[in-house]
């Protein structure tokens, strides 16, 4: 059963409810959505494919690094796989903590490390009806 | 020793296919399944060195396989 991933539109409020503790002063919400406009163009919407069990492996280990840096740190996350459209999101994590200097400095980890390391891929849809891979460079 | 070769993304476009298996002997590492595979596949779109990635974690070319295991090759990731 999948932990990380989800066709399913995401639902923040959600994600930060699965935080929220009694100890934690300070809760922070990353979401990464997909652009309407390109340079070269709007973009209708974005194909996410994914390398499920290793995506799964990579985002369940990036969560306990999380944990082990900033202790205390309460992370849940969800990342949208198949047609998001502009405008809807394709990525959330929510990170509460004691104090809100550990719950960006974590939830900035956490996103930057999704960026680098998960066998997650985006084909981006024009208007124009063309599609791409995208490069990391411009993800 | 068998183990099953699966492509993703860009390169399992270029190849036509997402999984190849693939029939090495003892002691193959990861390059050398990389090897094999361009002479089975167009694998024109896959670089000299692409990430690879083991039994779901990322390995060197260097690393060892065993009968069994599971190797991707896995294009510029775009998470996130």
């Known amino acids: 059963m999948a932990r990380y991933l989800t066709d399913e539109p995401l639902d923040p409020a959600r994600l930060l409810a699965q935080v929220a503790s009694p100890g934690c002063g300070a809760a922070v919400l990353f979401l990464g959505t997909v652009r309407r406009s390109a340079e070269d163009g709007d973009i209708e919407g ?3 494919s994914a390398y499920h069990e290793m995506a799964e492996a990579e985002l369940s280990r990036i969560v306990e690094e999380a944990r082990g840096r900033w202790s205390g740190a309460r992370i849940a996350l969800l990342h949208r796989l198949g ?21 960006y400095a974590a939830s900035r980890f956490v996103i930057d490390e999704i960026k680098r390391r998960v066998p997650i891929w985006k084909r981006e849809r024009l208007g ?6 995208v490069e990391p460079a411009h993800a | 020793m068998r183990v099953r070769v ?7 476009e270029a190849a036509g296919r997402s999984e190849v298996e693939l029939e090495l002997p003892e002691g193959a590492r990861v390059a050398d399944a990389l090897r094999a595979l361009r002479s089975r596949v167009d694998a024109s779109r896959l670089p000299p060195s692409p990430l690879a990635a ?13 009968d069994g295991d599971e190797v991707a090759f896995i294009p510029p990731v775009a998470g996130g």
């Open chain 1, 46 to 48: 974005i194909d996410y």
């Open chain 1, 83 to 103: 047609w998001v459209p502009a405008g809807e999101a394709s990525a959330a994590i929510a990170v509460a903590c004691p104090h809100r200097a550990d719950a």
């Open chain 1, 128 to 133: 124009s009806g063309a599609s791409r891979w």
């Open chain 2, 6 to 12: 699966r492509l993703f993304a860009s390169y399992a």
């Open chain 2, 54 to 66: 083991v039994n779901l974690r990322y390995a060197k070319g260097e690393a060892l396989l065993a």
